[in-house]
């Protein structure tokens, strides 16, 4: 058995595991019947619970910027969209209006018998392009929210998607943002409540992820265009990291970042050949994100790959 089997064994899924699959067979199979390119969003980090009855888990920094800004350039290139997104992380249309900044916006009017909030004139450019956008992805139904918290429901989902993915073949992408913990606790070896300060610090022992892109380049999805991402500190491991994942499980593109500059560069990796995507600093003054050409250049390389027939060889 292999590792990944024997996680999904070994691991009970989410307890909303069923509604999301429902959902997200009825949204793969209707816009298969329309022909739709689609794409799998992830995005966001993943939770490792310390406890069955959770209090303190391990994360990571991820606020899901990448996948969430992704999810609308995807959409703007009439992409169906699965965006699988860790809950309460970054989401497409209202990651532009977080906290203080949503209610600078808005302005209240009380005249003593009712109550009305309106956008104030100064942002009504701002938000009335975004909030079109946002209606008509929902009114089209072309976009799909999916949530998880840790990296079990993460691997359960991405599975349950990857079977309703399959049916459209070439027509599929999958950009896989999210950052998936490396090391998690099995369930079988986390204590059953919150640990308790009064009996010593504990000793934690900490097991690997199965890497997830081995089935589902090779089993799940082999005929979609399967994108995934590299984050490193270190610039001379950056291709090389790159190159062995493409070279390990045969999918087709990596898009590798640094730490400390993946907001304005990235490197695309291929199997044959990587370049880098920049935004110049003037371009970033102008509010572009780089997730739109990043976008864009992964929409072409999918037509190239649908194109080619590279997928049925």
């Avoid at 190159?243 to 999918?251: A, F, N, P, T, V």
Wanted: hydrophobic share 40%.
């Amino acid at each position: 058995m292999s590792n990944w089997e024997e996680f999904y064994n070994t691991h009970l899924p989410p307890a909303d595991f069923e509604d999301n699959r429902s959902l997200l067979k009825e949204f793969c199979e209707r816009h298969n019947r329309l022909q739709n390119r689609i794409v799998l969003v992830t995005s966001g980090g993943t939770t490792v619970p310390l406890e069955h009855n959770t209090v303190r888990f391990v994360d990571n920094f991820s606020a899901g910027t990448r996948g969430s800004s992704s999810a609308e350039y995807f959409l703007d290139h009439n992409y169906a969209v699965i965006f699988m997104h860790r809950l309460k992380s970054l989401e497409p249309f209202t990651r532009h209006f977080t906290g203080q900044q949503f209610f600078d916006m808005l302005d209240i009017t009380d005249n003593g018998q009712s109550t009305s909030i309106t956008v104030n004139p100064d942002s009504v450019d701002v938000f009335a392009p975004i909030l079109a956008k946002y209606k008509q992805a929902r009114e089209s139904q072309m976009i799909l929210y999916v949530s998880f918290t840790s990296v079990v429901d993460y691997m359960w989902l991405l599975r349950a998607a990857c079977e309703c993915l399959a049916a459209f073949e070439d027509r599929a992408v999958l950009y896989l943002a999210a950052a998936v913990s490396d090391f998690y606790i099995p369930q079988d070896m986390m204590p059953t409540h919150k640990m308790q300060s009064g009996e010593g610090a504990p000793t934690i022992s900490l097991q690997l992820v199965p890497k997830m892109l081995a089935p589902l380049v090779s089993l799940w999805v082999p005929q979609a265009f399967v994108v995934s991402f590299k984050l490193e500190t270190d610039e001379n491991l950056l291709i090389t990291k790159a190159r062995d994942s493409l070279s390990k499980y045969k999918h087709k593109l990596v898009i590798a970042n640094i730490l400390q500059t993946r907001k304005h560069r990235v490197v695309f990796v291929t199997p044959t050949s990587s370049y880098e995507v920049h935004l110049s600093r003037e371009q970033a003054l102008q509010g572009l994100e780089i997730e739109e050409p990043i976008v864009a250049d992964v929409v072409q390389k999918h037509s190239e790959f649908i194109n080619s027939g590279m997928s049925r060889q």
